[in-house]
T-cell receptor
Framework: AQRVTQPEKLLSVFKGAPVELKCNYS??????LFWYVQYSRQRLQLLLR??SRESIKGFTADLNKGETSFHLKKPFAQEEDSAMYYC????????????FGTGTLLAVQP | DTAVSQTPKYLVTQMGNDKSIKCEQN?????MYWYKQDSKKFLKIMFS???????INETVPNRFSPKSPDKAHLNLHINSLELGDSAVYFC????????????FGPGTRLLVL
């Protein structure tokens, strides 16, 4: 069965430090992966998707099929990056069946 | 500028009751979804509707009945509520089937006593 694992509930870093939020997945098909973010008192929203290979707000994520990982990275954390980050896997193709990890709270200290 | 809205935000009720959660999107999207986030924080899809037609029913008990009166609304009715139904329910939408889900509602926290 498909599964998304985010091993860290909380990641605390200082401003300017590099950030890596870990995500591992289990899926027998061709994975489509996403990162979603929820800022304080805001709604869950899409941050980036692996097929776009884009950098959003300085964040990037590379799909590593060998390690079944899709870690989210940013070289220099900013205080405004503090939020809950969820990794998600689409296992339904065009029907958009998303399954999410349990989330990692990123706390960027000044 | 509310894109996806849900009511109510909080719902506390007794076991055995019937309750509804409403969702509306003003984005002109064709596809809407209900997701459930359980006590362990796993967020999983329950249903998806495209232009008022059901396209995903992810092995959800038939006590849960989604209803889409038009493509801008997707309501969730739950009969005979059970303790295990306590969760946060999120509505979401996407432009059409196969397009990425960008927008979620604020969530409805349901507590069954």
């Amino acid at each position: 069965a498909q599964r998304v694992t985010q091993p860290e509930k909380l990641l605390s870093v200082f401003k300017g430090a590099p950030v890596e939020l870990k995500c591992n997945y289990s899926y027998s098909g061709s994975p489509e992966l996403f990162w979603y973010v929820q800022y304080s008192r805001q709604r869950l929203q899409l941050l980036l998707r692996h097929i776009s290979r884009e950098s959003i707000k300085g964040f990037t994520a590379d799909l590593n099929k060998g390690e079944t990982s899709f870690h989210l990275k940013k070289p220099f954390a900013q205080e405004e990056d503090s939020a809950m980050y969820y990794c998600a896997l689409n296992y339904g193709g065009a029907t958009n069946k998303l399954i999410f990890g349990t989330g990692t709270l990123l706390a960027v200290q000044p | 500028d509310t894109a996806v809205s849900q009511t109510p935000k909080y719902l506390v009720t007794q076991m055995g009751n019937d309750k509804s959660i409403k969702c509306e999107q003003n984005l002109g999207h064709d596809t809407m979804y209900w997701y459930k986030q359980d006590s362990k924080k796993f967020l999983k899809i329950m249903f998806s509707y495209n232009n008022k037609e059901l396209i995903i029913n992810e092995t959800v008990p038939n006590r849960f009945s989604p209803k889409s009166p038009d493509k801008a609304h997707l309501n969730l009715h739950i009969n005979s509520l059970e303790l295990g139904d306590s969760a946060v329910y999120f509505c979401a939408s996407s432009q059409e089937v196969g397009t990425v889900v960008k927008y979620f509602g604020p969530g409805t926290r349901l507590l069954v006593l």
